[in-house]
């Protein structure tokens, strides 16, 4: 069996995740709005060879309570699809992925801008299609209420074939340019989409010629059952939750299945779990910096969520003792046997199994590159995934960890890619160039 | 009396307007969708110290006949606010002005999108607003038919109100980031805007920090009356239609009469009409230029057009004989007027006339980099603008033509500067930094 590569992303936001990461010592806390430190991040992410730059996205400030919330760097960020055409601008290879949200977005807006980005780019742009799961962002977009989920993910389906069909309103050999004739296009290459939906009424054309990559890469991270069937009907990369690696090939085997049920080849489906990525010389090193990042996070906060996650109130207990036998509840089973489970696993007082579940409770790989490695291995041969869409504990330096100590030892391993061989994202993905639905 | 000084913007379709300027010998044919090519001219205008690169902007395919359209380099374009970021992380003074359409966004979206530029361009950003005249547009954006001018400028004003409180949710010190205490940011420095208007319900707040500038500089373009007040009450650059040097000063004096009426400073409402230069080694050369220029002007489709301005079918004559007496019919008398008299003032030809009209009607300097300088320093001196949005005829030569060949001109004459003195746009035009209207 030939060797299987792994695919990675960094998933941004714009810069972590964990909620403790902008107090680690020298950590740049301002990056999230400092251009030039995201232009030297994604550089480095190119240099590593990363295949995309993915960024995620919120319509409005986190709903959290406010004790948190005033703690989080995530609380704001610069709209995607303003910072991705700059970072564009100064890279060459990496590919970068916006999301964009098909409830509170104009299809036509979303069709022009990322066909605008994937020319500017030279073939780099992908789209992560999301419904919104944030209620708030309702109220900034003229809304009394958010969309019930099963109408979000129908207008989201329409939205993605009109987005599509926008994209191929002109042939590729539409525009001609001859300064001879005089003639700079030929509206026989040009489709008029006119599409009258439940949801959506757009004419069209696009006025953008049609993308370099035919259609920028669909993203899609949806794990509902609507979610799934719309990642297998559409995506080619999927952000997976992540979590045990059994749960990840049932995943994997399931959406791959479902996309061959359609007709798809599954190959052209991607599947990225994400991960967040601790490294140390020794395991012992990256457990105790992981432990150090969590012990970052603000405990008030952490312990208000723990009580949530159990269904007691989790305040009551000793903070630097062990989790006590935790009651049944009508709370979700799945959440209190997880956390529970957890605590158990690595031996975690209350206080630190609060304060981990409040930094960043997902996927996660802590220990030596050698090990980190291992575990990377081990998902991608087994059909876990293809590759990761990876978290940076803190940045630079955890960014810089990975890129200087886990890729090399990928790229020893023949599992990662040691230049880029292609020029667009989705050559980096291996995946095809969508035909023009319209014309040959 | 101090010199006054001139503001330069160039006025960008991305490129040119003039509709022959692509078939230019050695135009650069595909520079509206060539990023690389895009980089080097506002590199270009950067090096000339120009204040900001203008897009103008369109949400549907331009509405002119087939046989106009396919002939136009101008039929499609990149999405302003996703090129301008690209060409923010490319440059480093030069400002950037974006258009977007208040009827056909979404406020959040608008106010998102030009503060994080803003951020990213370190406070170089200028936001056109405008109401879109072009009917078709509607259609793209799920309405049947294209909203009422007077309810489009209503709707304008509230839009511009939302999306300035938007800017204005975060006070300027509200991000702490004090990695120590774990406060990233203080929620007794944010306000909720709560807006409930006609048009428009935003909650707010915005999910980007305040900008560089406060806000980016407004910028409006509306002649009618409606447009006009609008200008004087929120405008801080407008772009004026040019015309005739008597008509300019009359516009110049009644908006900035209206400005002062309302209790602002006009001094902060700096006037720059539109100006197509054709520069020559002469007088006469740098006309022929320009009538080879309008030769390169589709003649069917231009006379079209001049048939429609006249009111007669102007097929009917010959084309290479002066333009003979036009009776007076139902049409409009001014343009009918205006076309009578620019064919005698420079004893245009039926086909010059028609392709003069078809290429750029508007205000032009054609001369010698001594006698475009005479004009433009009558124009200012005469308090017809604060200085000017230049149309270059062709890229890249009538570009570097006019850096190179005018700009010392005006420069040597003191007109105009030699180095950028400020970071902002808001500097280069000597607009002040708006206070926020909650936060001291």
């Known amino acids: ?18 909620t403790g990461s902008w107090r680690w010592p020298g950590a740049w806390a301002d990056a999230n709005f400092n251009f030039p430190r995201l232009k030297t991040l994604v550089q480095r992410l190119e240099a590593a060879k990363f295949d995309a730059f993915f960024m995620a996205d919120h319509l409005a400030l986190l709903n959290m309570p406010i ?16 910072l991705l055409p700059a ?13 964009a949200s098909t409830t509170y977005n104009d299809a036509y807006h979303v069709a022009r801008k990322f066909a605008s980005l994937d020319h500017i780019s030279g073939g780099r742009a992908g789209w992560n299609l999301v419904t919104t799961a944030n209620p708030d962002a309702a109220l900034n977009f003229g809304h009394d209420a958010h969309m019930a989920h099963g109408e979000r993910y129908k207008r989201a389906k329409e939205f993605y074939d009109v987005v599509t069909g926008l994209w191929d309103s002109f042939a590729d050999d539409a525009f001609i340019r001859d300064q001879e004739s005089g003639i700079f296009w030929d509206p026989a290459r040009m489709h008029v989409l006119d599409h009258q939906g439940e949801e959506l009424s757009v004419r069209g054309p696009l006025n953008v010629a049609r993308p370099v990559q035919g259609w920028p890469v669909i993203v899609q991270a949806g794990a509902s059952e609507a979610g799934r069937q719309l990642g297998a009907e559409t995506a080619e990369m999927i952000f997976a939750a992540g979590g ?8 994997y085997a ?8 359609l007709g798809r080849n599954p190959d052209h489906i991607k599947i990225l779990p994400g991960a967040l990525v601790v490294v140390g ?26 009580s949530s996650v159990l269904g007691v109130d989790a305040r009551a207990f000793d903070p630097d003792a062990p989790l006590p036998e935790i009651p049944e509840t009508e709370n979700s089973k799945s959440g209190r046997e997880r956390a529970i489970r957890l605590a158990e696993r690595e031996g975690l007082t209350v206080r630190q199994l609060a304060q981990r579940l409040g930094g960043y409770a997902g996927n996660a790989f802590v220990g030596t590159p050698a090990t980190i490695a291992d575990e990377m291995q081990d998902w991608l041969e087994s059909r876990a995934c293809d590759g990761f869409n990876i978290m940076f504990p803190n940045v630079p330096d955890g960014l810089d960890e990975f890129c200087g100590r886990v890729v090399p030892e990928l790229q020893a391993r023949g599992l990662f890619r040691r230049e880029y061989e292609g020029t667009t994202l989705r050559e980096h993905l291996g ?10």
């Open 1 to 18: 069996m030939a060797q299987r590569h792994m695919h990675l992303g960094a998933f941004m936001r714009p810069v972590t995740i964990h």
């Open 67 to 82: 004790e948190a919330l005033r703690r989080s760097h995530t609380v704001t960020s610069f709209d995607p699809l303003t």
């Open 87 to 99: 970072l564009a601008a100064v890279t060459e290879r990496i590919g970068l992925i916006a999301t």
């Open 244 to 251: 045990r690696i059994e749960d990840s090939r049932a995943f």
């Open 254 to 261: 399931d959406v791959k299945g479902r996309a061959a049920a």
């Open 281 to 306: 010389d020794t395991l012992g090193e990256a457990r105790a910096k992981r432990a150090k990042l969590d012990s970052l996070v603000h405990y008030e906060s952490a312990i208000g969520s723990l």
């Open 431 to 440: 995946l095809p160039r969508p035909e023009n639905r319209f014309f040959a």
